[in-house]
C-alpha cells in the first residue's frame, strides 16, 4: 500500500497516523491486540443510537399520546447511554491506542502491553504513557515523548523504521521481542531527552587579529636625519 502524505503542520494528522502505525507495528511483532475496550464503546454508541432511532419511529407511528410513557424511559436510557460512553472514553479508555499481550520465548512468560498517547496543544510532541509487565510479573510505568519529526519527513511522508527504533530503544518488552531494533536509534533518542553523546567541550582555536593601520597615519620615515643644514 502506498504511502499517504499528510500536512506536516496539522498536529492532529500527524498523531493519528502514528497512533494508526503503532498498533501495527505491535501486531507484527506478534503481540495480541485486546479489542474489548473498542467493543465496549461500540456497544454504548451503537445502543444509544438504536434507542434513539426506535424512539422516533414509534413516535412518528403511533403519535405522543401513545408513546409519551415509553418515550420518557426511552429518553432516560438515552443519556445514561451517553454519560457511561463519555466516562468510558475519558475514564477507561483515556487515549490508549494499544492494548494487549505477547507471549515470546524472549519474553518468558505471558506480558500484557498498554500504551496511550496523548499531545499537547500546538506543540508537535509525541507523548506515551507505558504500562507493562517485566519478566517477574512486576507492573512498570513509563513516561516518553519525541518530536514527530523523527519519523515525519519534510515531505509528510510517515517513515516506519525510526519510529520503530525509538520504540524498541525506550520500551524494555518491546526491545526484548524486537532485538534488531533495539539501540538502533540511540543517537536520536539521546538528542531528543536533551542529552549529547560528547561530554567534553571542543576545544576552540584562537586567532590574533592583525592590528590595521590607520588611513591618516603618516609613513614611518625610516631614513636618519644627517643634521641641519648651515
Known sequence: MAATKIAVYSIPDLKNTTDDALPNYLTSLKFKQSHFLADVRLALGYSAV???????????????????????????IYFTLNGALTFWIWGVEKGKVFAGEVDHPSVGRKSQLSIASSVAKHTPIYNIMVEYSNPKGETKTLELSSPFTRWFDVNGFFVAKPFQQWLASEIPLIGQVDPKNKGGDAKAAASANGKSEFTKPVAQERYETPKSTPSNASPTNTRSRKGKRE
Open 50 to 76: 438504536i434507542i434513539a432511532a426506535i424512539t422516533f419511529y414509534a413516535d412518528y407511528k403511533l403519535g405522543w399520546d401513545k408513546t409519551k410513557y415509553w418515550t420518557f424511559w426511552a429518553v432516560l
